[in-house]
């Protein structure tokens, strides 16, 4: 039962690979595996089963007794229980250890595959000479080589001495350890042979100095280079020597030169190997460590800039500005894009509860952001796929044959929304719209995927989509049957009988709804299957869902790293890519292994509806990747097979650039000394939400870099002194560019106090508070901060943030719509309706309305023009409604208020403006909030707000 159960999930494993079209992978790793186990295993029992049968080859015909005394009683004992059962129990036990051993050996793939298929890099690292190849490729497996030589080793002095003792070949007793002639010879040899690797090992040991952490920066320091590096060749040298002593003991009896060899061996080791390097550290280094240091700190920048692919970033001063000539201002202000006020980790209720449709829908915590062009212009949008969730009946039947798939693409302007907050939907409903074309709207294979589905068969049970009745009820269902080619074919009865063992269901085999048309499907999330088929790549936490070539296709990036480069700094992968959104976990957990190499080589796609899995060489000039494409002939395509329509959606990685941005942080420096210091390193800022001490994550947005001409789809972050919240520096790379994008800085002077994240955040809550505390009247409503976007604008840098509203209370069908958008340049801030109306508070309206002399006359009671009086009314009654709407929960009505009050504004101020000699600046759209309702009419409005937006 054992055998069949390992069976099936064997057998199973290799059909899913050749439904996918991947069982080279299969068979280059599944062969690769036994070969080492094998040669493990062989290896092992070699060595350790032919010195135990040495051991009792050479026992003493006669027992103890020739030593001149009584037999052992207690090796009589054992020896007299076991050896019955000598043959059994070495058997059992060679079985054991093989297993071990070739469990062991086989889990060194990798390893043995870099080896085999080594590709050069073409540099060198600076002390020895040698390509970087050598210590990514050689050095990890000659390292395992030595090691399982050593273990060899010790376990066959640890058995040989047991059958020895066992068998009569020596005993313990006073004074000292009588042995025979056979016995000392073999432990002699034994010994030297470990001995003669670890002579081996100090020799290979001197290549690891690369990776040594004793020193200020990762790499080989003052002290390994002058010291630790001797030594070593000194002790390979002593030990080379100590091995001979103790092979000298096979001709010459006692123990005088295996002792003297021993002894000599432990003191070299400790007075050359830790004694000596320990003085040159404390009395040589440390009292002169900045100069001492400072060629190796060189070497540590040149190599972690390198192997992080940040030798390239343009680190540009920026005089950050805070003030500007209106004039200056303006003119920018026409050139701002349509900024993205969606905040993809804010919408998702939003998106359920305005497109789920149905409740057995679903979509994900987090939403994606990508670009799509509309009219003409390429436009910032929030996506998402409605994958399929619970069914409202569980039952083996519906959750494996009727739910099997999701329906539906759905995409929001991403600077856009309607009267009411709610996204401007491109695509959207069931069955979809078409503002994105016609595609294949059918999630078979998505993020949230049953564990396993049957499709096909022709029966059409699978439920498609909820169909709407006439009298628009939609209590009916469309069904459908799969007819892609995803998924296994099931209909014979031994593979039916195989999933039924792989996942304990009988119903696999008693279902009469399974035929010969049937197909199953499992491994469905895209991140699952690239993993499956490029075992050797870490992937992205993120994959996104885009519309391409009328399919929705999943975009996965892949990455190649290791921990072997040389001198470069090895930092956690899970720890670098840790923010506020991994924190949500509304992406995996990244894997915490120390790395200290990284490159995005591979694009990969998962088709959403069959299930295709294609993988691109994004970056083919990596020598990590040419070496798997070795290893894994024909699995990734050339970068020049990608098309066209998806190379518009492909983007920069956001795990990536979150790793480039904590390496930034202190290796922005370049001069050696200026790095000893440390005086200028940065950090990437927590997130600005209160009590948070998380990192920000890096946000896409469409903008613009100082001295471009146009606006580029770009991931971006900003960073803070260390120990400080103001900022330090604005990052950014071009998201659309190829595995060659160049990172570019925008340094702020050290002089300069331009607001971080947090004291941003903390300018928009208290002057912001006497808006968005109406909101908070009765304790109904509560407001959300979206993302947090920081541009650079007018020689200065730009904070843009959407406030959201929602009802306060959970058991409602809530979900947050945009109310205000924030923005502050130095210390002016906005608050608007719009993004415009935010902008136009701070750096005024631009267009002013001409002068018209000609007035209206005045009201005689009051002395207000009667044009005026009226505009000011409507602007009063729409406030009014307003408030009322907000305090009744309304929000419908609320956004309709707020269009009507804006109106009514622009209406008030033109009549203003006939009235007065000049023109006046347009008036923000929301009234002073501090003002009452009941003062409201005795007093006319400024036409000219206040900087701070109050």
């Known amino acids: 039962m054992i055998l069949f159960f390992v069976f099936a999930g064997f057998f199973t494993d290799w059909l899913w690979y050749d439904s996918v079209g991947y069982t080279s992978v299969f068979s280059t790793t599944v062969i690769t595996q036994i070969l080492l186990f094998v040669l493990g295993a062989l290896i092992m029992g070699v060595i350790v089963g032919g010195n135990m049968v040495i051991a009792y080859r050479s026992r003493p015909l006669f027992g103890m007794g020739m030593f001149g005394g009584g037999p052992s009683q207690g090796a009589d004992r054992y020896r007299a229980a076991l050896d019955p059962h000598r043959k059994l129990i070495f058997i059992a036990g060679m079985a054991v250890l093989a297993l071990f051993t070739g469990s062991s050996t086989a889990g060194q793939w990798k390893t043995w595959l870099l080896f085999v298929n080594a590709t050069p890099f073409g540099k060198t690292d600076p002390e020895f000479g040698m390509d970087v190849s050598f210590f990514m490729f050689t050095y990890p497996f000659i390292r395992v080589l030595l090691n399982f030589l050593f273990t060899a080793v010790i376990i066959s002095i640890v058995v040989s001495a047991i059958v020895h003792y066992l068998y009569g070949g020596f005993r313990l007793q ?42 200020k920066v990762f790499g080989a320091s003052y002290t390994d280079v002058n010291a630790v590096l001797p030594a070593k060749s000194i002790l390979a040298i002593i030990a080379l020597i100590c091995a001979l002593l103790f092979f000298a003991g096979v001709f010459r009896p006692g123990g005088m030169l295996p002792g003297v060899g021993f002894g000599l061996l432990v003191l070299s080791a400790v007075l050359v190997g830790g004694v000596y390097p320990a003085l040159v550290e404390q009395f040589q280094v440390k009292p002169n460590q900045q100069s001492k240091e400072h060629d190796y700190i060189a070497r540590n920048i040149t190599a972690t800039r390198d192997a992080y692919g940040i030798a390239s970033t343009e680190v540009t001063p920026y005089s950050a500005k805070t003030q500007g000539t209106q004039q200056e201002l303006q003119s920018e202000v026409a050139t701002i894009p349509g900024v993205r006020l969606l905040d993809p980790t804010v919408l998702p209720p939003t998106y ?55 329906f539906g693409f759905v995409a929001g302007q991403g600077s856009k929304t309607d009267a009411q907050g709610k996204p401007d939907f491109l695509v959207k409903d069931i069955p979809p719209t078409k ?35 006439a009298g628009g009820q939609g209590s009916g269902q469309v069904n459908t049957t799969y007819t892609g080619k995803g998924g296994v074919p099931i209909g014979n009865f031994f593979t039916r009988l195989l999933y039924a063992a792989k996942y304990s269901e009988t119903n696999l085999l008693l279902s009469s709804d399974i035929n010969s048309q049937s ?40 990455y190649t790293m290791s921990d072997s480069y040389p001198y470069s700094e090895r930092r956690s992968f899970g720890e670098m890519t840790r923010d506020t959104s991994t924190e949500r976990q509304l992406t995996p957990q990244q894997p915490r292994d120390h790395i200290n190499y990284i490159r995005n080589s591979v694009k990969a796609t998962v088709d959403a ?28 395509q050339p970068k020049s097979k990608i098309s066209t329509e998806l190379m518009a959606h492909l983007r920069y990685p956001e795990d990536l650039f979150k790793v480039q941005r904590d390496l930034i942080g202190n290796y922005h420096v370049t001069d050696a000394n200026a790095f000893y210091g440390g005086q200028d390193f940065w950090k990437v800022p927590d997130d600005p939400s209160p009590r948070s001490r998380v ?5 896409y947005v469409t903008m613009k870099m100082p001295n471009d001409t146009t606006p580029r789809f770009s991931l971006t972050t900003t960073m803070v002194p260390n120990n400080r919240d103001n900022l330090a520096a604005f990052m950014a790379v071009d998201a659309t560019g190829g595995p060659n994008a160049k990172i570019r800085v925008l340094q702020l002077p050290s002089e300069t106090t331009i607001q971080g994240p947090k004291q941003a955040q903390n300018a928009f809550d208290t002057k912001a508070a006497s808006v968005l505390n109406d909101l908070r009247i009765g304790g109904t409503t509560e407001t959300v901060n979206g993302n947090l976007l920081t541009l650079p604008f007018g020689g200065g840098l730009l904070y843009v943030q959407p406030v959201y509203v929602q009802p306060k209370d959970e058991n409602s069908a809530r979900y947050p719509t945009l109310f205000r958008v924030l923005v502050m340049f130095g210390s002016d801030v906005g608050i608007g309706g719009t993004l415009k109306d935010a902008l136009d508070q701070v750096f005024g309206a631009g267009q002013q309305a001409p002068t018209n002399p000609n007035q209206q006359p005045p009201n005689q009671q009051t002395g207000v023009p009667t044009d005026a009086m ?26 309709e208020a707020q269009k009507r009050l804006a109106q009514a504004l622009k209406d008030l101020q033109s009549t203003l403006g ?24 005795t007093a006319t409005p400024s036409p000219t707000p206040t900087k701070s937006g109050s």
């Open 914 to 937: 006939k009235q007065q000699a000049s023109p006046a600046p347009t008036p923000s759209p929301t009234p002073t909030p501090a003002s009452s309702a009941a003062a409201a009419p």
């Open 435 to 469: 503002g994105l074309g016609d595609f294949e709207p059918r999630i078979y294979f998505g993020e949230h995927s049953p564990q396993y589905s049957i499709v096909g068969g022709g029966k059409k049970m699978e439920l498609d989509f909820p169909e709407q009745t």
């Open 870 to 895: 009226k505009a000011y009314d409507n602007v009063q009654k729409a406030y009014d409604d307003g408030q009322a709407a907000l305090k009744n929960g309304d929000f419908a009505a609320y956004g």
């Open 352 to 406: 359920e509860q305005l497109q789920q449709i149905k409740g057995y829908y679903q979509f994900p915590d987090q939403l994606d952001v990508d670009r799509y062009t509309i009219d003409g212009v390429s436009r910032d949008t929030v996506v998402a796929v409605r994958e399929i969730g619970t069914p409202p009946d569980r039952n083996w039947i519906n959750d494996h044959l009727v739910y099997t798939h999701g």
């Open 174 to 215: 006073s004074p000292g350890v009588h042995a025979t002639r056979a016995a000392r010879v073999h432990l002699s040899v034994l010994v030297g042979l470990f001995v003669l690797l670890k002579a081996i090992a100090y020799f290979v040991d001197r290549f690891g100095l690369v990776f040594s952490d004793r020193g």
């Open 695 to 699: 990192k920000q994550a890096p946000y």
């Open 519 to 558: 197909r199953i499907l499992y491994n469905r999330a895209p991140r699952q299957r690239v993993e499956q088929v490029a075992p050797f790549l870490t992937l992205d936490g993120d994959p996104y869902p885009a519309i391409v070539g009328g399919r929705i296709v999943w975009i996965v990036d892949g």
């Open 609 to 636: 509806y069959d299930g295709t899995v294609t993988l691109y060489a994004w970056d083919d000039g990596d020598p990590l990747l040419r070496t798997w494409e070795k290893a894994f002939p024909g699995v990734i």
